[in-house]
């Protein structure tokens, strides 16, 4: 979809999906592995210039070394790792563990993959007081989740082969970044798409070069798809706007590099089920994924995931409107409609799966009140249930305006991206975008842009920029503070 670095890469990835989908093709799931980690952890790729030892000689060639002493419950030293394998099978949590079944079976396979020592140094952290489950990745360049799908992919066990998952090469070695936009529209006889169908460069045309070079730049660009993609089926009656666009205008999106995008809003069920099954046809040919609605219940609920420098990405999906309404249903067992959080129980469902199944947790969330910079208490009582469910941070949406930020139990929230390229009036607006460094730490921050005579551009006058950061300062929660760079922290 978007010009990175690795192309090449990238399409060998998309084999890797496809394979490990069906938990088979262990070699070439191997070689992909490599790949990746030549690209995102160089220090940990082993040349294989020389014939490997035998396990047999490795374990030799260690305890001939200083052995490890255990620090906790486990005083003696390991001789031989079938020690070191009872010590881990017997100390270890399934937190440490990420809750996934620990067997031999297992640790053969990681032994095997990288080395006698990654098992003996599990083996002290499992005996610590709080083991860390961030030692999986520090000794292997993976996530324990991670760990798992490549096992999966490897050996055929397929009781933990996830579905929606897509592998990404980032553009850096020390960070993933991920980018969110507010709302846009692709309607027919819309005032956004009447503007570029008349302009020479069509949605090039409608965005600043420095704002697309920006999205494209993104490890994960998510956009929110306010309209539905369809020829079929009849306006909702009664309801004051209905957007629908037709299907081949999905391919707009490739401008922004589109990774995902959002369908649990108001507008993907504005001319029925048959419409948003169309929606639904439509972004799976194009190759975008998307969250927050389906055919049922199952459906709409479903995470995607992306892996990303070692690390497992879940993006989940609900909107909260219509309160007031029922215009947009909400999905069942046996019928189409989006995944709705007004009541959050079925939502807080789906962010606790995602938690046990990923490293971090995205949620994005349509609500709030039309028209009002003010986050509300109904806003603020959702967020408290997603971030004790196990988000790690909450991007909003709906408003049509900006609203500001919160720290939620210490999870960020932007209350509202609001409107993104969706009216011709000017309006300030922006990009979320999140960052997560190597050490694993995420950041929440903001990128001014304005929506002015139809286009959407990056700000570049610092006052102007500094005008909309206070502006999201004033709006934002007690006690958040939002930095010259558009970050936000905790006062």
Same mark, same amino acid.
């Given at each position: 979809? $978007? ?35 030549? $690209?995102?952890?160089? @220090? ?121 998952? @897509? ?161 947009? $249903? ?107 460094? @190597? $050490? ?52």
């Amino acid at each position: 979809m $978007k010009k990175k670095p690795y192309i090449a890469c990238l399409l060998s990835v998309i084999c890797l999906v496809s394979l490990l989908c069906g938990c088979s093709g262990g070699h070439d799931v191997a070689e992909m592995v490599t790949s990746i980690r030549a $690209k995102t952890r160089p @220090e940990l790729t082993v040349k294989d210039t020389e014939v490997p030892e035998s396990r047999e000689e490795r374990r030799r060639d260690i305890t001939e070394q200083e052995s490890p002493v255990f620090s906790s419950g486990y005083s003696s030293s390991i001789e031989e790792m079938d020690d070191a394998y009872q010590v881990i099978l017997q100390n270890c949590t399934s937190e440490f563990i990420g809750n996934y079944p620990l067997d031999e079976a297992f640790l053969n396979w990681l032994d095997g993959e990288y080395g006698d020592e990654c098992i003996l140094k599990l083996a002290q952290e499992s005996c610590s007081k709080n083991p860390r489950q961030d030692m999986w990745y520090e000794l292997t360049g993976n996530s324990i989740h991670v760990l798992w799908l490549v096992y999966c992919g490897q050996t055929g066990f397929s009781q933990y082969c996830t579905e929606n998952v @897509e592998w990404k090469v980032c553009g850096s070695m020390s960070e993933i970044t991920l980018e969110f936009t507010g709302d846009v529209n692709f309607s027919e006889g819309y005032v956004t798409t009447k503007h570029m169908d008349k302009s020479p460069g069509g949605i090039y045309d409608c965005f600043s070069p420095e704002l697309l070079e920006e999205m494209n730049a993104a490890d994960i660009m998510m956009v929110n798809n306010e309209f539905t993609y369809s020829t079929r089926g009849k306006a909702i009656p009664k309801k004051a706007y209905t957007f629908r666009a037709h299907p081949s205008r999905v391919e707009n999106l490739k401008a922004f590099g589109t990774d995902i995008v959002n369908v649990a809003n108001n507008h993907v069920y504005d001319y029925g089920p048959e419409a948003l099954l169309d929606t639904i046809e439509t972004l799976d040919r194009a190759g975008i994924p998307h969250v927050g609605a389906g055919a049922n219940l199952k459906e709409a609920s479903k995470p995607y995931y992306f892996v990303c420098n070692g690390r497992k990405i879940a993006i989940v999906s609900a909107t909260q409107i219509e309160r007031s309404y029922n215009y947009t $249903k909400e999905a069942t067992e046996n019928s189409p409609g989006v995944l709705k959080s007004l009541d959050p129980s079925k939502f807080v469902e789906v962010i606790k799966e995602a938690r046990k199944n990923s490293d971090y947790v995205i949620v994005n969330i349509h609500w709030g009140t039309e028209g009002d910079s003010n986050f509300g208490r109904d806003q603020k009582n959702l967020a408290v249930s997603f971030a004790r469910a196990g988000a790690d941070v909450i991007i909003g949406g709906h408003t049509h305006c900006l609203q500001g930020f919160d720290f939620v139990e210490g999870v960020p929230v932007i209350y509202s991206l609001g409107n993104f390229w969706f009216s011709s009036s000017t309006q300030d607006t922006g990009l979320a975008k999140v960052t997560i460094d @190597e $050490k694993g730490k995420l950041t929440l921050g903001f990128i001014p842009c304005i929506q002015k005579d139809t286009k959407t551009s990056l700000v570049r006058d610092e006052a102007e920029k500094q005008k909309i950061l206070d502006f999201m300062q004033k709006h934002s929660a007690p006690g958040v503070i939002v930095n010259p760079d558009g970050t936000i922290s905790q006062g």
